[in-house]
């Protein structure tokens, strides 16, 4: 029954994902065509606590954290290139700051609250990383997860006695609602970034980083700009996420896997398309909650398997696939008229 | 004086077990352009199958390097022929080839890591083994600690030999320095960087199993070993293979002496220097 139920608010995320592809290739503003049952599938999410049994929103809160995670990193990593195993330091700050903030501010603040402060080290490591490509700044944003958490290990032990913290927790519908307007913001923001000069800036520095320089493309603006905007949201998530958990520590609050399973899941689906994340996301990390507890052996090394079946034989991911079989019904049609 | 002692030779031990785990990945990436994410579950490996080997068969762990190490040299070779060289074909430049290498061996890593889980289970398991200690100037020393300390000196100096005095090991460099130019030239190059990853991958099993005569392991130490070669690696310049000898050395003594100051500190001090380094100087202390 929940199943069912998480099942179907997971093909309206879907059909929200595709819809805002869509509109993305649409030349003018037609693209409210489909708007209308945009608003239904919206509607079926938000209402989900009143007809859904409490699992099951809740389990669509741990889909939706991942979703968010691989949507605003492939919005960077997927046109640019540069690999940023990142994720789980925003969403780490973002915990951070609910665990420190909060038990004296309202919810929605501190969930602001984390998200700006990722957008300030997304900043700060952006500007810093300038000059670094390929292998070394998929490195280094790996280095900086670990720095943080031994760093922060070390500070807790040493100055506070104890490894972790204790979190207020909030309401669980509350928790759902707030994920589900982060994820809208990420799907509007992703909407804006593509459809403005910057996504094409972006695909260009993909392309050829010098190239794109030489064209005006103020190439550094650009990409710190978007790193930024986009740890926004993995920020928050972390923030409201964190009310769910109650407890934490450095290892737990930034855990590494995070940081693999947005590019692993963006991969899965294919980054050519607006929904290729989405779907990946949503997938795999309902697999996640379903498989996770119950065999995580088996879950994890099934994980590694299709990975390495995904990169060696769909290197375009779940998108490439149904890219493919679309051509082939329409080819079949030319060929019948 | 004695204290002076105590700390670098401490780190001079640690950094032997440093300095060869970076070895092999520096060679996988140097020449087979593999970031092999996956190079700490070889270690492991290495440790767990001597683990096993000692306690149930009873094969001395120095005789297990012999065997742990042809088998890592075989995984890794097959891994590469199945893997690693479908991805090569296909990749169109080299950028993407090391992206979605570094990638599937992400992939590589979850699938040893839970066959690992899944035979020896999540414990942390230990055996004693060559217990005595011995003195230099009034500190003590584990006997065992000195002869990882040998052992991986030995197969730093052999592979340097062997990459500098053989032919096949001419063609190892020739490789690292353009692996299409060597092909060009008559090198067998699928052959070379399969051999390469293979070799890493022995000198990771062969590391795994010093390791397990000093530290305790567990299914999941891949990761630890992982981030020190990363660190080792980047600290002596990515692909350089006497950075990485120097830099595992070099790693070694700068943990004790932070050890000696705050134990808690250790990793922190490694991921700040890793991290500085790559913003200051990204090709290593001896990069080209």
Same mark, same amino acid.
């Given at each position: 029954?929940?199943?069912?139920?998480?099942?179907?608010?997971?093909?309206?995320?879907?059909?929200?994902?595709?819809?805002?592809?869509?509109?993305?290739?649409?030349?003018?503003?037609?693209?409210?065509?489909?708007?209308?049952?945009?608003?239904?599938?919206?509607? &079926?999410?938000?209402?989900?606590?009143?007809?859904?049994? /409490?699992?099951?929103?809740?389990?669509?809160?741990?889909?939706?954290?991942?979703?968010?995670? /691989?949507?605003? @990193?492939?919005?960077?990593?997927?046109?640019?290139?540069?690999?940023?195993?990142?994720?789980?330091?925003?969403?780490?700050?973002?915990?951070?700051?609910?665990?420190?903030?909060?038990?004296?501010?309202? &919810?929605?603040?501190?969930?602001?609250?984390?998200?700006?402060?990722?957008?300030?080290?997304?900043?700060? #490591?952006?500007?810093?990383?300038?000059?670094?490509?390929?292998?070394?700044?998929?490195?280094?944003?790996?280095?900086?997860?670990?720095?943080?958490?031994?760093?922060?290990?070390?500070?807790?032990?040493?100055?506070?006695?104890?490894?972790?913290?204790?979190?207020?927790?909030?309401?669980?519908?509350?928790?759902?609602?707030?994920?589900?307007?982060?994820?809208?913001?990420?799907?509007?923001?992703?909407?804006?970034?593509?459809?403005?000069?910057?996504?094409?800036?972006?695909?260009?520095?993909?392309?050829?980083?010098?190239?794109?320089?030489?064209?005006?493309?103020?190439?550094?603006?650009?990409?710190?700009?978007?790193?930024?905007?986009?740890?926004?949201?993995?920020?928050?998530?972390?923030?409201?996420?964190?009310?769910? @958990?109650?407890?934490?520590?450095?290892?737990?609050?930034?855990?590494?896997?995070?940081?693999?399973?947005? &590019?692993?899941?963006?991969?899965?689906?294919?980054?050519?398309?607006?929904?290729?994340?989405?779907?990946?996301?949503?997938?795999?990390?309902?697999?996640?909650?379903?498989?996770?507890?119950?065999?995580?052996?088996?879950?994890?090394?099934?994980?590694?398997? &299709?990975?390495?079946?995904?990169?060696?034989?769909?290197?375009?991911?779940? #998108?490439?696939?149904?890219?493919?079989? /679309?051509?082939?019904?329409?080819? #079949?049609?030319?060929?019948?008229? | 004086?004695?204290?002076?002692?105590? !700390?670098? !030779?401490?780190?001079?031990?640690?950094?032997?077990?440093?300095?060869?785990?970076?070895?092999?990945?520096?060679?996988?990436?140097?020449?087979?352009?593999?970031?092999?994410?996956?190079?700490?579950?070889?270690?492991?490996?290495?440790?767990?199958?001597?683990?096993?080997?000692?306690?149930?068969?009873?094969?001395?762990?120095?005789?297990?390097?012999?065997?742990?190490?042809?088998?890592?040299?075989?995984?890794?070779? !097959?891994?590469?022929?199945?893997?690693?060289?479908?991805?090569?074909?296909?990749?169109?430049?080299?950028?993407?080839?090391?992206?979605?290498?570094?990638?599937?061996?992400?992939?590589?890593?979850?699938?040893?890591?839970?066959?690992?889980?899944?035979?020896?289970?999540?414990?942390?398991?230990?055996?004693?083994?060559?217990?005595?200690?011995?003195?230099?100037?009034?500190?003590?020393?584990?006997?065992?600690?000195?002869?990882?300390?040998?052992?991986?000196?030995?197969?730093?100096? !052999?592979?340097?030999?062997?990459?500098?005095?053989?032919?096949?090991?001419?063609?190892?460099?020739?490789?690292?320095?353009?692996?299409?130019?060597?092909?060009?030239?008559?090198?067998?190059?699928?052959?070379?960087?399969?051999?390469?990853?293979?070799?890493?991958?022995?000198?990771?099993?062969?590391?795994?199993?010093?390791?397990?005569?000093?530290?305790?392991?567990?299914?999941?130490?891949?990761?630890?070993?992982?981030?020190?070669?990363?660190?080792?690696?980047?600290?002596?310049?990515?692909?350089?293979?006497?950075?990485?000898?120097?830099?595992?050395?070099?790693?070694?003594?700068?943990?004790?002496?932070?050890?000696?100051?705050?134990?808690?500190?250790?990793?922190?001090?490694?991921?700040?220097?890793?991290?500085?380094?790559?913003?200051?100087?990204?090709?290593?202390?001896?990069?080209?």
């Amino acid at each position: 029954m929940e199943d069912l139920m998480v099942g179907i608010n997971l093909l309206a995320i879907l059909y929200i994902s595709w819809f805002v592809d869509w509109a993305l290739k649409q030349k003018k503003s037609k693209a409210w065509l489909f708007s209308g049952l945009v608003l239904i599938m919206l509607a &079926v999410l938000i209402t989900l606590p009143y007809y859904g049994p /409490t699992y099951s929103y809740i389990m669509l809160t741990g889909i939706l954290m991942y979703l968010i995670l /691989t949507v605003s @990193w492939s919005i960077f990593s997927g046109p640019t290139g540069y690999i940023s195993l990142a994720p789980a330091a925003f969403f780490g700050v973002g915990i951070y700051t609910s665990a420190i903030l909060g038990k004296e501010f309202p &919810v929605l603040i501190v969930v602001l609250f984390g998200g700006l402060l990722s957008v300030a080290l997304a900043a700060f #490591v952006g500007a810093i990383t300038l000059r670094l490509r390929g292998i070394y700044f998929i490195v280094f944003t790996f280095g900086l997860v670990l720095l943080i958490i031994s760093v922060l290990l070390w500070y807790e032990i040493k100055f506070t006695g104890t490894r972790g913290r204790f979190i207020v927790a909030a309401e669980n519908d509350m928790i759902y609602y707030i994920m589900l307007g982060i994820m809208v913001l990420l799907f509007i923001t992703g909407y804006l970034i593509k459809r403005s000069k910057y996504g094409l800036a972006l695909q260009t520095i993909g392309q050829n980083e010098e190239a794109a320089a030489h064209m005006g493309i103020n190439v550094n603006a650009v990409k710190i700009a978007v790193f930024a905007i986009t740890s926004i949201f993995m920020g928050m998530a972390g923030a409201i996420m964190a009310m769910r @958990w109650t407890y934490l520590d450095p290892y737990s609050a930034f855990d590494v896997f995070r940081s693999f399973l947005p &590019v692993l899941m963006a991969i899965f689906g294919g980054m050519k398309r607006f929904y290729g994340p989405v779907l990946g996301a949503v997938i795999l990390a309902f697999l996640e909650e379903k498989l996770l507890t119950e065999f995580p052996y088996y879950y994890k090394l099934s994980f590694g398997i &299709v990975l390495i079946l995904v990169i060696i034989y769909l290197p375009d991911g779940l #998108v490439g696939l149904v890219e493919k079989f /679309t051509r082939r019904i329409q080819g #079949v049609k030319r060929a019948g008229a | 004086m004695e204290r002076f002692l105590d !700390v670098t !030779v401490a780190g001079l031990m640690l950094g032997g077990l440093y300095a060869l785990i970076a070895m092999g990945m520096s060679l996988q990436y140097g020449v087979a352009r593999v970031f092999n994410i996956a190079h700490g579950e070889f270690i492991m490996l290495g440790a767990m199958t001597t683990y096993t080997l000692f306690t149930v068969f009873h094969v001395s762990p120095l005789l297990a390097v012999a065997i742990c190490g042809p088998l890592a040299f075989v995984l890794g070779y !097959v891994i590469h022929r199945l893997m690693f060289r479908k991805l090569q074909i296909s990749a169109p430049s080299q950028g993407v080839f090391e992206s979605s290498s570094m990638l599937a061996s992400f992939g590589l890593m979850f699938v040893i890591q839970n066959l690992a889980l899944l035979i020896w289970g999540p414990e942390i398991r230990q055996y004693s083994y060559m217990t005595q200690t011995f003195s230099i100037l009034g500190a003590q020393f584990g006997l065992r600690r000195l002869v990882t300390l040998v052992f991986a000196v030995g197969i730093g100096a !052999v592979f340097y030999l062997f990459l500098a005095r053989t032919r096949i090991g001419k063609a190892i460099r020739a490789a690292g320095q353009d692996a299409s130019i060597a092909g060009l030239m008559g090198v067998n190059i699928n052959w070379v960087l399969a051999l390469c990853f293979g070799l890493g991958a022995a000198m990771a099993g062969a590391a795994g199993v010093l390791i397990s005569m000093c530290y305790p392991d567990s299914a999941i130490m891949g990761q630890e070993y992982l981030t020190v070669a990363i660190i080792v690696v980047v600290l002596g310049g990515l692909g350089s293979i006497p950075g990485s000898f120097i830099g595992g050395f070099a790693l070694g003594i700068i943990g004790s002496i932070v050890a000696f100051w705050d134990t808690g500190l250790v990793m922190a001090a490694f991921y700040a220097i890793f991290v500085i380094l790559l913003l200051v100087r990204p090709k290593g202390i001896l990069g080209k």
